[in-house]
């Protein structure tokens, strides 16, 4: 009896050993569900169905690479029988350098703005960008990149972009540096508390000011380059309009202590500054800028990234507006938010990891059709997918992908690679990421043309009549809607089979099979062109490539 009793109490113990283990790595896209359905309440059950394969791989493809896909993937995605198949799609785009582009764009937009070349020429700024995404360098480790470097260093020259080339302006940098680091736009902190908002005081904005008061602007005699330089000396001083009371601060982050000068010897430089000589202090303030962010115990820190990487996958943030957060503004999902943040913090700040789980949650992977009930339903119960305009970087490479031009350019650029460098095989990482950056350097004026006429600078879709004459008229969409060897006006042309040729026009477009509907509408359109029917495909392309169902990410 005592022997039975022993084993059931072992059983017993093994089975809550594993239950609290299984607990413990339950996976944080599960987590994500667990949370928005809670938070759904009696809306729960009205939730949309999850997308079907040809949604998903189009969706997964625009928000991990910034395209959508060729129709051979797509066709291969669905025609795909394993049930891990959504996985096994996110690993293998996260690990392509097409990944690292994409990041590129956004992170160049963000945290830069698309601003022209000033101290930094872009293209340097932009290499280190995809090389810290390709790399999967931590969050934490890039922004302390960004914050503390001075731009004397060559290799440094990239990063240092952040700082440079905003002049060290104290308006402009104070308030990218709240926003972009810490969730918080103190812009309206200068004069005095902020009128509206208690958690932004007047000292908040004048504490990160003291960490840049005694930096400069220094233009190398020799080399012409402009980099950081230091004084040892200077402090922060301001006063309130409603008070009149002068104020002083040492550098301080938020509601942390200040930091105080350290004890140094007489000699306060290493290098004194002088007209020709970059000042370098035996003590830097600037330097305490990046260890403040970045602490542990900085949680503005965690959640400022967290919520900007869930509104870049989700269409829109658990705060918003993104840099606004405060105690008035809570986030629509607050346990959700500090799950979040936390479990980034204890994967060292690894976005790779945190986007991977977003996109394998079913709330990335609901359908954005939503039923009459749940059409009025705010958008922050996540009962559908929302509707996300593609940025101009995406709308520029999806709209190149589905023509077929950078499938011909990838071709041409292999071709010259291997005539340059024998052996050269693209199978391999180091040659498919050197590929891939030819393709996207062949391709880039065509992108800066789509950044020229659609980024206007607004965070909500605002098509405007230049966008729709560049649509209808500009002449390299008209040279792209001509028929080249291997494009999909070529393909569509010599296709005999009027139903074959609308499944590849759907597939390389709308990455779908067209509906009974669809089919029968455009095969009419078609047979208006009895005798050009490369006309009518060259129109219905055009048509599509102009539609809201191609310019929104859905």
Known sequence: MNKLVNLLVLLSGSLLVQTVVAEEIEPLHRRIDQLVQTAQGDS??????LTSDAEFVRRLYLDLTGRIPTSLVVQKFLDHSDEHKREQLVDQLLA???YAIHMQHVFDELLMRRLPKKHVDPVVWQEYLFTSFLENKSWKQLASELLSADGVEKEQRGQARFLLDRDL?????????????????????????HPTIEDYPQQHYYGLSAFLQRSYLFTDPESEETSIGEKAEGDVKFTSVFTNEENGTAPRLL???????????????????????????????????????????????????TNRIWALIMGRGLV??????????????????????????AHDYDLRYLMRELVLSQTYQRSSEFSEQTEDSPGNLYLSFPLKPLTPEQ??????????LVDTTRQSELERLQQENEGF?????????????????????????FVEVFASGNTTFGPTVEQALFLENDELLNCWLVPAAGNLLDRLNKTCSTDEAIDQLYLATLSQIPSIEKRQSLTQFLDSFPADRLTGFTQATRAILCSAEFRFNH
């Open 320 to 345: 918003e507006p993104l840099d606004m957060m405060h105690a008035a503004n809570p986030p629509s999902h607050p346990e959700l938010l500090e799950v979040l943040a936390t479990d980034l913090q």
């Open 44 to 49: 729960a059950d009205q939730v949309a169905s």
């Open 96 to 98: 392509t350098p097409q």
């Open 255 to 305: 509601d942390f202590p200040p930091i105080e000068d350290p004890e140094v010897a007489d000699e306060l430089y290493l290098t004194k500054p002088e007209e020709k000589v970059r000042g370098i202090p035996r003590y830097s303030r600037r330097q305490q800028l990046a260890p403040a962010v970045v602490a542990d115990d900085n949680t503005a820190f965690r959640l400022n990234i």
């Open 425 to 449: 095989d693209p199978s391999q990482q180091a040659p498919s990421v050197q590929l891939e950056r030819a393709i996207h350097k062949a391709l880039a004026s065509h992108v800066e043309n």
């Open 169 to 193: 302006n104290r308006d402009d940098t104070v308030r990218d540096i709240g926003r972009l680091f810490l969730g918080r736009d103190l812009q309206c902190a200068q004069c005095h508390d």
């Open 395 to 404: 709308l520029a490479w999806s709209m190149m992908q589905a023509i077929g």
